[in-house]
């Protein structure tokens, strides 16, 4: 199947890479970006077909032309002027896909009459294929049509189809959450080179230190647990741990993850259509 990309930056340009890894031919991809500068990274990153809307002001239209499914990558508020651009270049059968963290499906729907319409929130590890991709579809989208965009998307990750309501909580537990992960590595690597070690030993230790909870997390899909088999009564962990309880941290990581969920409710509130 031909997809196109529109809008192919941080989010759009992660998940490619993991759908072009699974299998996806790149001579099947159309991707556009807004500047030329961006267009050239992306065909020398991924060796797809990049073309910059700021070169050819038909990019977006061309991109679409024949293509099976269209992937949003543009920003939440781009999208109704992306949707009247694309509009009227889209194949009768096009399957839209937005990845947008402010646009719900009724909007996607009043943009996009009559389509299959597919609403994901991936993360950026898409990239590595260890992303974690949130799916919801409008009541109209064919099952088939979803199917095979789910088998699509799982070459960058887990796929994770959810009712839109549960949107808002993925976005805080996993397309921004991921972040999250970084911030809490970030400060380790702080504190660690606050206390007197070299800056790449901090980092490459952390860093690896995160992947291998990570291994073990997907093996063992049960935090506490794996938490509960390294913290002995007195030790060095539950010094640890005792610390981050004393300062509230789950309350702290609770108003985090609905943060960003209610920030996508927010956007959505602002993006609304019709
Ligand atoms: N970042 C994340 O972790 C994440 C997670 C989940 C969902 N999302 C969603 O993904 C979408 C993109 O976010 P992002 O972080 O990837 O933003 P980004 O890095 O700024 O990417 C936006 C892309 O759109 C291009 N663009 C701008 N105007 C365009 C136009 N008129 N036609 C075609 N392309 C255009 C930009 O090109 P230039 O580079 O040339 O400006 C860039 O390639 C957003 O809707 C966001 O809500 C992001």
Do not use: C
Request: hydrophobic share 50%; charged share 20%.
């Amino acid at each position: 199947m031909r997809i196109a990309f529109i809008g192919t930056g941080n989010m759009g340009g992660a998940l490619l890479e993991g759908v072009l890894a699974a299998g996806q031919a790149p001579e099947d991809v159309h991707a556009t970006t807004r500047s030329g500068a961006s267009a050239s990274a992306l065909r020398s990153r991924l060796g797809v077909q990049t073309t910059a809307l700021d070169a050819d002001p038909r990019a977006n239209r061309t991109a679409v032309d024949g293509a099976g499914a269209v992937f949003l990558g543009v920003k939440p508020w781009m999208l109704a002027d992306t949707a009247a651009d694309i509009g009227p270049a889209l194949p009768d059968d096009a399957a839209i896909v937005s990845m947008a963290a402010g646009v719900d499906l009724a909007t996607l729907t009043h943009h996009f009459p009559h389509r299959p319409v597919v609403r994901i929130m991936p993360n950026t590890p898409s990239s590595v294929g260890y992303g974690v991709i949130a799916l919801a579809s409008a009541p109209e989208a064919p099952a088939a049509v979803v199917d095979h965009l789910t088998s699509l998307l799982a070459g960058a990750g887990l796929v994770v189809p959810v009712g839109e309501e549960d949107m808002p909580t993925m976005i805080g537990a996993s397309a921004s959450g991921v972040a999250f992960f970084f911030l809490l590595a970030e400060h380790m690597v702080e504190a660690a080179v606050a206390q007197g070690l070299d800056e790449d030993t901090a980092r490459r230790a952390v860093a690896a230190t995160a992947e291998g909870a990570g291994r073990l997390l997907a093996d063992t899909p049960d935090p506490a647990a794996l938490r509960g088999a390294v913290t002995s009564a007195g030790g060095t962990t539950a010094a640890g741990i005792g610390s981050f309880e004393a300062d509230g941290f789950a309350d702290v990581v609770a108003r985090a993850v609905r943060a960003a969920g209610d920030r996508s409710l927010e956007m959505e509130a602002e993006n609304r259509a019709g």
